[in-house]
């Protein structure tokens, strides 16, 4: 939901990047990948026709990962983050409100 707030990307890129994200999440990675094993992740997301700018967003928000990781890593990371939002509240990211309880209940709650 944030991507529709910003002024940074235009309606177009928008577009273009739900689709995008989408297409990750529901897409097994092995048939995501079988045309990019051998590609950067940058040179990925340019065959699947991101923008510059999107792809700028992709690689550090969203994957952070380098630009030149493959592409098969930054699919994953990329999965991972997506997988991961809404888990723990409206971010992906886990962190302490209230106090430094809620890390070890987290990992205590992965076993």
């Known amino acids: 939901s944030d991507v ?55 690689v550090h928000s969203i994957a952070m990962v380098s630009p030149d990781a493959g592409a098969a890593l930054g699919l994953s990371q990329t999965k991972k983050f997506l997988e991961s939002l809404g888990r723990y509240g409206s971010t992906p990211f886990l962190w302490s409100m209230y106090g430094s309880g809620e890390l070890p209940q987290a990992f205590c709650r992965l076993c």
């Open 4 to 58: 529709f707030g910003t002024k940074h990307l235009s309606v177009v890129e928008k577009r273009i990047l739900m689709k995008f994200l989408s297409y990750c999440v529901s897409e097994q990675e092995e048939e995501i990948l079988k045309h990019a094993t051998d590609k950067s992740f940058r040179d990925f997301l340019r065959h699947e026709k991101l923008t510059d700018n999107l792809i700028h967003f992709v």
